[in-house]
């Protein structure tokens, strides 16, 4: 019968199975801990204008028929940049889509949101670039829609810095028509956030928002 093998722990003497099983451990949660990565964000609440709204137990937000959708605490010092991904599947608004930054559970409603986009749709290509405006502009398309998303990437949303963000939008009004936007967006105010809030111009949305933390 085969006699168990040891090795010296530093402290005891201890089997070499038990060690093998305790380094593949630590590897295991080593390489995890240090593999760049995106980790989903569980919002501590979420607050609508109106409709419903929850959140799931891994972070996924629902809403329906609702006016606003605001996520409280999803940005913090774990991570310094994040994405947000944002998928409507109705819409009743004809104002489009916007965002705001939000702290404290408030909305910032300054004049310290700037940014510039390019869209293209089936009848023109056409910029915009707007300097202190109140919210960030985060639709594809003007009309009531049938589907519509967006991915923004924010860095520094948390530090006391300027927060820059970078979207990419595609939505399809309910007359069959797709547009498609991509931008980018500074804050100019170096103000820490830890949520914030999308918003129709007018109407109500439904749909589902992911928010991820870039992992440092």
């Known amino acids: 019968m085969p006699k168990p093998m040891y090795v010296w722990s530093g402290s005891a003497w201890v089997s070499v199975a038990s060690e093998v099983e305790s ?6 949660q080593s390489y995890a801990d240090n ?3 995106m980790r989903m ?22 809403f329906s028929g609702a ?10 010092s774990t991570y310094d940049n994040y994405r947000i991904v944002c998928h409507l599947t109705n819409t009743s608004t004809a104002d ?11 909305d910032n409603t300054t004049s310290n949101y ?10 023109a290509s056409a910029n915009r670039y707007f300097v202190g405006s109140t919210s960030f502009d985060v639709n594809a398309t003007d009309d009531g829609g049938v589907a519509h ?28 028509n797709y547009s498609s936007r991509s931008g ?7 103000t820490s956030f830890t949520g914030f809030t999308i918003f129709p111009g007018s109407g109500t949305i439904a749909g589902t928002i992911r928010v991820y933390g870039y992992k440092n």
């Open 23 to 28: 380094l593949a451990t630590y590897a295991t």
């Open 35 to 37: 593999t760049p990565a």
């Open 41 to 62: 964000i569980v919002p501590s609440s979420v607050a609508v204008g109106s409709g419903s709204g929850s959140v799931g137990t891994s972070g996924a937000v629902t």
């Open 67 to 76: 006016s606003s959708v605001s996520l409280n605490d999803c940005f913090t």
């Open 96 to 106: 489009g889509l916007n965002l705001r930054l939000r702290v404290s559970s408030a």
């Open 114 to 123: 700037n940014g510039a986009r390019v869209e293209s749709n089936a009848s």
């Open 149 to 176: 998303g967006f991915v923004l990437d924010l860095q520094a949303p948390f530090a006391t810095n300027r927060t820059v963000g970078q979207i990419i939008s595609m939505g399809q009004d309910s007359g069959a």
């Open 184 to 190: 980018g967006y500074v804050f100019s105010a170096t």
